[in-house]
């Protein structure tokens, strides 16, 4: 139990486009979803805290209308990096944590995307 | 502002032989809850060991386990027995139940080698 999958693994894309990376829990639903950025041999970088419905929380320093969240569901929430430069080019990871069922009370981690710009 | 620190930037061990690392941090908090997350080179984040504030006994998960000294702001990871499959680098996590909802706060990790 406890899974959560990120689409996609991988990314390329060319400067100046938008790129979306969705977050799924697999085995249960998701009252919080947690979207992190992390540099090579560096320690994971809160971006936002998003709510099933409503509006995400962005750390400060995070530009919210570069980086739009969107948490439709208890089990979806998605990441756009809109006009997309070489310096987003980043290793992106989701987190989940579970409503009910398995330790309710624990963030679960997707597998991460990594998203390079040209 | 809570605060995590792992003071071993990277830490070795043999096969078989015992390893602590260390992660001190401060908050004025009472409740809360300690994690260890893993990660490999995979770079997939994995949960090890978490451990609530409330709770004196230490928490124990197989080989995993850790020395939580609440007073002093302590929770120790000691993985025996070690095996090949440990090396990663280790994140010590820490989570208010008091404020800022259920967001984590990370340490700078551990990067645990394993020698065969």
């Known amino acids: 139990g406890a899974v959560v999958s990120q689409h996609p693994s991988r990314v390329i894309c060319k400067s100046g486009t938008s790129v979306k990376i969705e977050c799924r829990s697999l085995?249960?639903?998701?009252?919080?979803m947690f979207w992190y950025r992390q540099f090579p041999k560096k320690s994971l970088m809160l971006m936002a805290t998003?709510?099933?419905?409503?509006?995400?929380?962005?750390e400060q320093g995070v530009e919210k209308d570069k980086f739009l969240i969107n948490h439709a569901s208890l089990t979806l929430s998605t990441l756009t990096v809109t006009s997309a430069h070489p310096e987003d080019s980043s290793f992106y990871i989701c987190?989940?944590?579970?409503?009910?069922?398995?330790?309710?009370?624990?963030?679960?981690f997707g597998p991460g995307t990594r998203l390079t710009v040209l | 502002a809570q605060t995590v620190t792992q003071s071993q930037p990277e830490m070795s061990v043999q096969e078989a032989e015992t390893v602590t690392l260390s992660c001190t941090y401060d908050?004025?908090?009472?409740?809360?809850?300690l994690f260890w997350y893993k990660q490999p080179p995979s770079r997939q984040m994995i949960l090890v060991i978490r451990?609530?504030?409330?709770?004196?006994q230490n928490a124990t998960e197989n080989r995993f386990s850790v020395n939580f000294q609440k007073a002093a702001k302590s929770f120790s990871l000691k993985i025996s027995d070690s095996q090949l499959g440990d090396a990663a680098m280790y994140f010590c996590?820490?989570?208010?139940?008091?404020?800022?909802?259920?967001?984590?706060?990370f340490g700078e990790g551990t990067q645990l080698t394993v020698n065969p």
């Open positions: 085995d249960f639903q998701a009252t919080t």
């Open positions: 451990q609530e504030a409330y709770k004196q």
């Open positions: 987190s989940a944590r579970a409503l009910a069922g398995v330790p309710w009370d624990t963030q679960y």
């Open positions: 996590a820490y989570r208010s139940e008091q404020t800022s909802g259920s967001r984590l706060t």
């Open positions: 998003s709510n099933e419905g409503s509006k995400a929380t962005y």
């Open positions: 908050t004025s908090e009472s409740d809360y809850y």
